[in-house]
């Protein structure tokens, strides 16, 4: 059946350092792969859009990558902030035809001070 | 633009009772979706529409669960009768057809006691 795997535990880094975070899927032939950040009582709002044919993206201080033999998507902050924490979930849009993404359960960033 | 608007923002409500939960989309926009969140499952597809018309709903948990896209401006889901679990957070989200991004709601935190 069709996965979509992220860190269920936290992570935790120091101000200044770069948090990366990890979307690994399985049975799934990608069309594009989205990442979204969730704040506490609020809704998923999109980041950044890397396509199958596409190895990395960038916008600001973000940087996606997409390995589509390993299956995996990193998600990169640099010089994290205190305000950069919240919750980060991947989206995968199957190839053949539909636009739905389906979302991965997320990965809590907390950057400490 | 206001974004996608929900209501309400908490809904507390007794075991058997009918809640309806209402989004108004962004304007212009023509694809709708309703997505509801657990820590256990994630953020899971309910039901989309296109144009009003509703696409799929093999999310929707069961019969007791019906949604509505009456026009262009307006959704309801319903739950009839409710059970504690249904608790959860429900999402409306909403685009322009067959485009990347999703533009959330800040969600319907719905509790069943």
């Known amino acids: 059946s069709q996965k979509i795997e992220q860190n269920s535990e936290a992570l935790n880094i120091q101000e200044g350092k770069t948090a990366t975070l990890t979307c690994n899927y399985t049975?799934?032939?990608?069309?594009?792969l989205q990442w979204y950040r969730q704040d506490p009582g609020r809704g998923p709002v999109f980041l950044l859009l890397?396509?199958?044919?596409?190895k990395e993206k960038r916008k600001e201080r973000l940087k996606v990558t997409f390995d589509t033999t390993l299956k995996q998507s990193l998600f990169h902050i640099t010089a994290s902030q205190p305000a950069d924490s919240a919750t980060y979930l991947c989206?995968?849009?199957?190839?053949?035809?539909?636009?739905?993404?389906?979302f991965g359960r997320g990965t809590s960033l907390i950057v400490h001070p | 633009d206001a974004g996608v608007i929900q209501s309400p923002r908490h809904e507390v409500t007794e075991m058997g009772q009918e809640v309806t939960l209402r989004c108004k989309p962004i304007?212009?926009?023509?694809?709708l979706f309703w997505y509801r969140q657990t820590m256990m499952r994630g953020l899971e597809l309910l039901i989309y529409?296109?144009?009003?018309?509703?696409?799929?709903d093999s999310g929707m948990p069961e019969d007791r669960f019906s949604a509505k896209m009456p026009n262009a401006s307006f959704s309801t889901l319903k739950i009839q009768p409710s059970e504690p679990r249904d608790s959860a957070v429900y999402f409306c989200?909403?685009?322009?057809?067959?485009?990347?991004?999703?533009?959330f709601g800040p969600g319907t935190r719905l509790t069943v006691l």
């Open positions: 989200a909403s685009t322009l057809m067959e485009s990347d991004t999703q533009y």
């Open positions: 049975n799934y032939s990608p069309a594009y």
């Open positions: 890397i396509r199958e044919n596409e």
């Open positions: 989206a995968l849009t199957a190839s053949g035809g539909s636009y739905i993404p389906t």
């Open positions: 304007s212009g926009h023509n694809s």
């Open positions: 529409f296109n144009n009003n018309v509703p696409i799929d």
